[in-house]
């Protein structure tokens, strides 16, 4: 379903789109219609809202497809719906998975609790250390399971070797890009079969959707839109409508927020109130040059901590007159939030300390708003927790 169309900027404007169009439209119409007249031919075949054969569905299936280098691809409901709706295609009862140490809290959640439920256990390893790697593998090991860049911690796991161990093991590889977008990396590029994208996220960047989706090899992609059509995991055409606006302004949008985070990082670095930074454009941090020679930007997303934990924590995020407190990320809004508050207070305090998320983390996901006004801001609120903490 590739769509050829030049550049990924062009493609995030141009792939899949109708032709001819629609009464001449620039922009696809939105198909809010549920189902639509058969003529005879393949049922599935014929546009109906929740087997995500509309127009609408189609034209995004195609862009991503185009955007992430695959197949084919398929727009779902939200990012969870697509991870979920992958795992419960690729594995069964009895079956095994490898998965990453650290994980988005929701897919943590997921793994953790959800499929035990379906005879399905996992192994955690770690993703800097391949060589320890095949010591959990068991024949009912189906696939393993990572993120490009971390949520929330924004560590890069040795991803050649994922993909190569992958092949070589013959597992499913799986990959969460929400935090690079294809923008910075295309991880089918590098031999990964499935990758997932919460479009609710850089994909949409409007904070005005939520939105998912899965690309990979069409085979797979056909199996997982099967389940899906039972599971009814399917995206209104509005939605849909609103990601491919979106989705226009993707490579602008996010290679703007790679410029920003990395100046940002660098004062937060740079200021004695911070205890550490994690951002992969830092020479400090400890997959730089493996991002440096993967990304093709190294993102928006900005993981820290001040001196004095959580109070300083929560005085800082009360002190910022921009950045507002809250879960989401990729928007054209600056937002930050304590994930132990919020994407990982599902997970117990023993859970989230091993996972390397303590009480004090700050997830920064950096916008679109004036870099100079950014920093100012930071600068004010960095200052007032550091007069605040006790030499």
Known sequence: MTDSTGSRATAAIHAGELKPRPEGAMVTPIYQTANYEYHGEDYHDVGYIRLSTTPNHRVLARRIAALEGTEDALVLASGMAAISGALLTVLSSDDHILVQDTLYGGTAGFVAHDLPRFHISHSVIDPQDPASWAASVTPQTKAIYVE???NPLVQMADLEAVAAFAREQRLVSMIDNTFASPVNF?????GFDLVFESCTKYM???SDIVAGSVAGPAEWVRRIKVLHDHLGGSLDPHAAFLLERGLKTLDVRV????ASAQRLARLLEAHDAVASVNHPSLTSHAQHERAARLLDGFG???AFELHGG????????ATLTIPAVAASLGGAESLMVRPAAAIHSGLSREEREKSGVSDGLIRFS???EGVEDLEADLTRALDACRAAVPA
Do not use: D, K, W, Y
């Not at 290679?255 to 790679?258: A, I, L």
């Not at 959580?310 to 995020?317: R, V």
């Open 300 to 302: 928006g997303m900005i």
């Open 204 to 206: 949409n960047g409007h």
């Open 366 to 368: 950096v916008g679109l």
């Open 186 to 190: 295309r991880p089918a590029e590098i």
């Open 148 to 150: 490009t860049l971390t």
């Open 255 to 258: 290679r703007q927020q790679n």
């Open 310 to 317: 959580m109070e300083s924590a929560e005085a800082f995020l």
